[in-house]
């Protein structure tokens, strides 16, 4: 499989973006997806995850609600819809799958290495 993302963007403080993750390949379905942050000079860090069917999800406690993961498997996308952004949400968004495919609150892959196949990233920016 091979993942594509989209939507980043220049948003104020407080404003809202939608990040999108294209998938190619015929195992999509099977696959748990992630969503990872990386700021310049730090680590990548889990963001939010979903498992193969769309049905349970897991998100960094630090965001509060903010932030929704969905899927559309006949699409083969992964959407991320971000609200209430803060300059702590800046960075390079990543896309990723992995093979277990499950992902429910709590147990849900967390570490990149647990992911086998990374998009390119997209670029979000907070500023006024």
């Known amino acids: 499989v091979q993942l594509v993302e989209s939507g980043g963007d220049l948003v104020q403080p407080g404003g809202s973006l939608t990040l999108s993750c294209a998938a190619s390949g015929h195992t999509f379905s099977s696959l748990g997806v992630g969503w990872f942050r990386q700021a310049p000079g730090k680590e990548r860090v889990f963001v939010a995850g979903i498992n193969r069917s769309g049905e349970e999800t897991s998100y960094a406690d630090s965001l509060k609600g903010r932030f929704t993961i969905s899927r559309d498997n006949a699409k083969k996308t992964v959407t991320l819809q971000m609200n209430n952004l803060n300059s702590e949400d800046a960075g390079v968004y990543y896309c990723?799958?992995?093979?277990?495919?499950?992902?429910?609150?709590?147990?849900?892959?967390?570490?990149?290495?647990?992911?086998?196949?990374w998009g390119q990233g997209t670029q979000v920016t907070v500023s006024s």
């Open positions: 990723a799958a992995e093979g277990t495919g499950y992902c429910n609150g709590p147990v849900c892959p967390r570490w990149p290495y647990e992911y086998d196949t």
